[in-house]
């Protein structure tokens, strides 16, 4: 049968429904409170790929070496092609609508549960994917993507380390009630790395993902399974949590600042929980990781799988005391009293180890880790296992006991210091620290020489650049931003402290290659042009990360194309700064560019939610929803990414109301040509260059109509023209309100302060 319900299924029916699903039909039968679900099982699934016949090219398409991360990313890419492209049989479909139907007209979970996931010897942490808040029209769909999710990156490599054959290993998926937790988090039922009877409670607001990612830094509750008592309890300042958004998606919010510090769990809440997980353990006979949410005062059980991280070896009388010891009883993260600490965290992998500190950001480039390095990272993520297998430790600033980095760490069997708060800015590559994963603590190593950029410090204080190098930032409301003009000015770009990038072209990338688009595709293919552009944008989005990165699509005139290869096939214009160029050019060659929308596309795949999408040269709203459908044609939801337009022309500036109603998220001034063309100026032309003004009031008037009526629909305002860097202009759009400033690279830091001495007036003039 295509779909089972828990009350069905058991640990003997691991082949058919997978780990995770047989686990709660475990909990299900010994009357543990797990909310109601059905499973579509492996069979269904395996059935589905022979059917369509899909299933010896996806198994052919996977075989590579995973250590080859470009053969790895093409073959992760085809196969979960090959399954979203191909229809579920009308058969299953009926059964499945049949089976939720048949819960009831409610939102649920749809989870991965592969048949080698959850297994005593391997959990496979975070290999396939879960949707919350899935409704009755996205079921299916979501399903496929869960079987899509077996042929991840992450997942194949994985598969391959721990010796599964991709062939063998099927995949169920369990949808089940939602639960719209108030406060969720994770459970070992005895110490992940001893198997003493202490049970490890981690909590925070909202739903349990937050906690399992490692987005926030949770409560930690430690209870003495033996005598009841609760040794240690750590309330961690919670920033962020997971909640059902007004669309029924899945979002990340804020924490109301009242309940960040506040303490989650009540001493009865962790005594129930406490039980629960007892029960859960002596039922499977071995310590478990459970997952649990609470809503209206009752406890469900979302999963439970072994602990496979236990080592026997280990002394866990010593290792109790060294947790009491390093532990905080109400508040902050547990500290070391050693002078050589340069900082503290969640010890969450035991062991020691020394090494050279590699900063990494979301989804960096990794191959810079090495063997024996200490990644330092705001909080892993499944893509980076690789290079966590190659280091010698794992740092991070956010998470808890059961974050993906600490899970993955103890089944690597490396060292591991998570919630660090601030390691990603307190260290720096290049250092040589010892890290503690039983105390938590990062301790000094031996500097490595370096006269340019490192002076010798004195043993335990915090690294730091030299202060010349990284001046204070001002701190302002209004936003300051950067332009990028080609990728190998991120780095230097994002030293300026900036609050993002106003703008990066992508006619750079495409310039760089000596072709035009069409020219470079027919010589290299799509494939080719599209990771000229997303390998372009990464080197800005990683150096920024999580700071928003504004990406303007082509926009360079039919003279600049002409100079390349192929560029006999371009115009030839009297004036080209008037002609074909920007949108225009786009929407007349909506097959190039469908290219850079995949582009972008790649790159939320990828990760990279900081990338924005700007559309240049519009005049008036047609263009902007003739784009918009391109770019639902490739797959960019408008509704999920945010993206904008330039106000270039006194067309745009006067349609602006227009304009927002297409569901833009943000306008930008580009003033060199919404000067020229304000003031017939042709900014090239040398004869009338002294007439070319950004500050005449014909423009200014234009700019400040845009920003009033952005602010009316909730439109972000930004300006990234050469004109930003004038401290006129930064006066002038202060006072009007724009959102914010993106300046040239050398001029972020005057600008910034120019801002703040504009704010400053405009506070003291409200309250005198």
Request: some cysteine; overall charge negative.
């Given at each position: ?8 299924i ?25 909310p ?84 005593p ?56 009630q ?50 009841g ?12 949590m ?29 005594h ?67 002078d ?14 020394t ?34 297998k ?54 000094q ?30 701190m ?50 799509e ?6 552009i ?25 003279d ?7 560029g ?16 225009r ?31 240049p ?18 797959g ?50 040398g ?39 004038k401290?006129e202009?930064?006066q ?37």
């Amino acid at each position: 049968m295509p779909t089972l319900w828990l009350d069905e299924i058991g640990a003997d029916d691991l082949d058919r429904v997978g780990g995770k699903a047989a686990s709660l039909g475990e909990l299900t039968a010994a009357g543990l409170p797990v909310p109601s679900a059905f499973v579509v099982t492996a069979d269904t699934y395996r059935s589905f790929i022979e059917v369509s016949g899909i299933d010896d090219e996806l198994f052919d398409v996977v075989d590579v070496d995973s250590d080859d991360s470009h053969a790895l990313a093409g073959a992760a890419e085809r196969a979960q092609e090959l399954i979203l492209e191909t229809d579920v049989p009308q058969s299953v479909r009926e059964e499945l609508l049949a089976a939720y139907d048949e819960m009831g007209d409610m939102d649920v979970a749809v989870r991965s549960s592969a048949t080698a996931e959850d297994l005593p010897d391997a959990s496979f942490a975070g290999q396939q994917d879960t949707y919350l808040n899935v409704s009755r029209a996205d079921l299916l769909q979501r399903v496929k993507e869960c079987w899509a999710s077996l042929f991840t990156q992450r997942a194949i490599y994985y598969r391959n380390e721990q010796g599964f054959d991709d062939a063998s290993v099927d995949i169920a998926v369990v949808v089940q009630q939602m639960v719209d937790a108030e406060k969720s988090g994770v459970m070992f039922t005895s110490h992940p790395s001893t198997g003493a009877p202490t049970a490890i409670l981690e909590a925070a607001w909202g739903l349990g993902e937050a906690v399992v990612s490692g987005a926030v830094s949770p409560d930690n509750y430690v209870v003495d399974r033996e005598s009841g008592e609760i040794d240690e309890v750590t309330v961690a300042e919670k920033k962020v949590m997971c909640v059902r958004g007004d669309d029924g998606e899945t979002v990340e919010r804020s924490v109301p600042e009242e309940k960040r510090t506040e303490r989650v769990l009540s001493a009865e809440e962790i005594h129930r929980l406490v039980e629960v997980g007892e029960r859960v353990q002596d039922h499977y006979g071995t310590p478990q990781d459970v997952e649990w949410a609470i809503f209206e005062d009752e406890v469900y059980l979302l999963q439970s799988r072994p602990i496979t991280t236990i080592d026997e070896s280990v002394d866990t009388t010593a290792t109790a005391d060294r947790s009491s010891d390093s532990g905080v009883a109400d508040g902050g993260s547990m500290q070391s009293q050693s002078d050589d600490v340069r900082l503290s965290g969640i010890g969450s992998s035991p062991g020691k180890a020394t090494g050279e500190v590699r900063i990494v950001t979301k989804l960096d480039n990794l191959d810079k880790v090495e063997e024996g390095d200490i990644i330092v990272t705001e909080m892993t993520t499944p893509d980076m296992v690789p290079a966590m297998k190659r280091a010698a430790g794992i740092v991070t600033d956010q998470g808890g006991m059961t974050s993906h980095a600490a899970i993955v760490s103890r089944e690597l069997g490396v060292p591991a210091v998570v919630g660090a708060d601030d390691a990603t800015d307190r260290l720096r590559d290049g250092q040589t620290v010892t890290i503690d994963g039983d105390m938590g603590t990062v301790e000094q190593g031996t500097e490595i020489a370096d006269t340019e950029s490192e002076a010798e410090e004195p043993a335990g204080q915090t690294a730091q650049q030299p202060q010349a190098h990284s001046p204070v930032k001002p701190m302002t409301g209004t936003e300051v931003k950067v332009n990028v003009s080609i990728p190998e000015a991120a780095e230097r770009a994002a030293a300026t402290g900036a609050d993002g990038v106003g703008l990066l072209r992508i006619e750079h990338m495409i310039l760089s290659t000596d072709k035009t688009p069409a020219c470079y595709v027919e010589d290299h293919g799509e494939r080719a042009y599209i990771d000229e552009i997303v390998d372009g944008v990464r080197a800005v989005a990683d150096a920024f990360y999580p700071r928003p990165v504004r990406v303007r699509t082509l926009d360079a005139p039919s003279d600049e194309f002409r100079q390349l290869q192929g560029g006999e096939d371009e115009p030839s214009e009297h004036n080209p700064m008037l002609g074909y160029r920007g949108i225009r050019r786009s929407l007349d060659r909506p097959g190039e560019f469908k290219l850079e929308l995949r582009a972008f596309e790649r790159l939320y795949e990828l990760g990279y939610d900081n990338v924005e999408l700007m559309l240049p040269l519009v005049t008036d709203a047609e263009d902007v929803l003739r784009a918009k459908s391109l770019m639902q044609e490739v797959g960019i939801d408008p509704e999920k990414r945010d993206w904008g337009v330039m106000v270039e022309t006194p067309a745009s500036a006067l349609c602006i109301e227009d304009l927002c109603e297409t569901g833009l998220d943000f306008v930008s001034f580009g003033t060199n040509d919404l000067t020229q063309y304000t003031l017939a100026v042709d900014r090239n032309n040398g004869n009338v260059a002294g007439r070319f003004d950004e500050l005449h009031p014909a423009v200014l008037d234009l700019m400040s109509r845009v920003i009033g009526t952005c602010r009316e629909y909730d439109v972000a305002t930004s300006i990234c023209g050469q004109a930003a860097s004038k401290p006129e202009m930064v006066q002038f759009l202060v006072d009007e309100g724009v959102t914010s400033i993106s300046a040239n690279i050398d001029a972020v830091r005057d600008v910034q302060h120019e801002v703040k001495r504009v704010e400053q007036r405009l506070l003291l003039e409200s309250v005198r």
